[in-house]
C-alpha cells in the first residue's frame, strides 16, 4: 500500500496522485464501484474534524433551550443529554465495524445494500440524501442566519424593507453556495475549510464554558431547581430525548468518505470513536453552562422563539447584551463548519449509488482534475436552498428527527448480518457485542415511538406537527417505488 506517513499527522498534507488500496475485494459486489475508484487523501485529522463538525451543529445550540422552558429540571436536561451521548457511542462502535469491513464511498447505502439487498440499500439511500444531508444542511444554515441576524433584530425592525422578512433564507442560501464551491475544489480545499471552522466553532464553546463559568453573571443555585419528574414531565423528557438524539447525528460522518481515507481499518475506528466522545464531553460541559447562566424558572417565561438561540442567550446572560451578541456573530460564522461537513459527506452517497446505477447518472462523475463528486454536491446544495426556502428552522427540523431515528436503526441493523460473512475483512470488532446494537436500536425505537405518540405541541408551542413527522417517515417509503423501479430496470438491463 503507498501512502504518506506524514499526511495522518498533518490534515493539510495529502498525497500527490490518486492510491491504491487493495481491499481484498477489487470491485463492489452487486455491480458497485471499485474501492480505488476514489483517491485516499483524507487522513485522521480530516476525518476526526469532520465527525466533529458534523455532529456540533443545530442541536446542542437550541435542544436545551426547549427542554428548559417546558420543565424547568436541570437535572432531568442533563440525563437526557447523557443519554444521548451513550446512544450515539454505541452507534459509533457500530459503524466503526462495519465501515472497516467495506470502507467504501457510500457508507448507509453500502452497508445496507450488503446486509439486506439491493433494494433495501436504494431506500435508506435516497432517504439518507434528504433526510441526514440535504435537510440539515438547510437546518444548520438556517440556524446560522439566525444568530447572525439576532444581535440585528433591532435595525431591521425599524424598517418597512422587503428584504427584512427573507434576510434569514438569504443568508442561507449564501452559506450554502459559498460552501458547495469550496467542497467542489479538491480535497486540499475540503479540508483546510473543514478543519478552520470547525476548530472555530469548538474554540467558541469551549472558551464561552470556560471564561463564562469562570467570570460570568450566573449561579450554580440554579441546579437546586433539579427534581424527579412526574409521569407527564417524563414523557416531556422523552420527547426532548429526540431533539437530543439530533443533537448527536454525524457521529458517523467519517464512514461518509471512507473511500477517500487513508488506512481506513486503522484510522476510521480511531476517528469516529474519538470524534464522538469529544462531542459528548462538550455537550455535557457547555450544558453545565446553561444551567449556569439561565434561571430554569425564567426559561419558563420565556416564549418558544426566545429560547431557540439557546447559546446567544446565555452569553447575554452572563456577559451582557454587547457582547453576547458579539457571541451570536461567531456562533453564526462558527456553524458554517456544520454545513461544510454536511456537504463534504452527503455527496458521497449519491456517488456511490449513481456508481451502482441508483441515482442519476451524472452524480458519479469525479471532475477530472480535483477527483471531487462535483455534480453530487450541486445537487444537495440545490435541494438545501430548496429546503431553506419552502420552510422555517423548527418545520425544517421536525421533519428530519423521526425519520432520522429510523433510518440510523436499518443502518446499525446491517451489523448482524455482516458480522459473520467470511467474505469480508474484519479489522476492528466491537466491545461487549452484541450489546452497542442492540441498546441503540431500543432506544431508536423507543424516540421513534414517542414522536409518533406525541403532537409537538407541548414542546414547540407550535400546533400541527404530525404531518411533519409523517412526511419524514413518507420520505423514507418513497423510497419503495423507486427501489422497485429501478430494480425492474436492472432486471431487464441484464436480461
Known sequence: MVSDPSSEDNPFTSPTGPQHIDEGSPS?????????????????????FLVVASMVGAGILTS??????DTANPAGLMVIWTLGGILALCGTVTIAELATMLPRAGSDYVFVREAFGREAGIVVGWATFILGFAAPTAVVARLSATYLATPFEQYFSLGDSFITPYLESILATCFVLVLMVIHCLGHRESSRMQIATTLMKLSILVGLVVVGCLVG???????????????????TLGVGLI???????????????AGEVQEPQRLLPKSLIAGCASVMVLYLLVNLMYVFALDPHEMTQLSIPEVIPVAQLAASRMFGSQIGGAISILLGLGMTASVSAYMLSGPRIAFSMASDGAFPRFAARLHDRRKTPTAAIIVQGMVAIGMIWRGSFLAILDYTAVG????????????????????LPHPFRMPFYPLPPI????????IVGLGLMNDYQGLVGIPMK???TLLSLVTILMGIPIAWALGRKRSQTVD
Not at 436545551?64 to 422552558?69: A, D, R, V
Not at 453573571?217 to 414523557?235: I, Q, T, V
Open 28 to 48: 463492489e459486489p452487486d455491480g458497485g464501484v471499485p474501492s480505488d475508484h476514489q483517491p485516499r487523501k483524507f487522513g485522521f485529522w480530516s476525518a476526526y
Open 64 to 69: 436545551s433551550g426547549f427542554t428548559l422552558h
Open 217 to 235: 453573571s450566573g449561579s450554580w443555585s440554579h441546579f437546586e431547581a433539579s427534581h424527579l419528574p412526574d409521569w407527564g414531565e417524563s414523557f
Open 243 to 257: 431533539y437530543v438524539s439530533y443533537g448527536y447525528t454525524g457521529w458517523n460522518a467519517a464512514a461518509y468518505v
Open 404 to 423: 432520522l431515528a429510523v433510518l440510523s436503526g436499518l443502518v446499525v441493523a446491517s451489523i448482524f448480518p455482516l458480522r459473520n460473512r467470511s467474505d
Open 439 to 446: 441498546l441503540y436500536l431500543l432506544l431508536m425505537g423507543w
Open 466 to 468: 404530525w404531518p411533519a
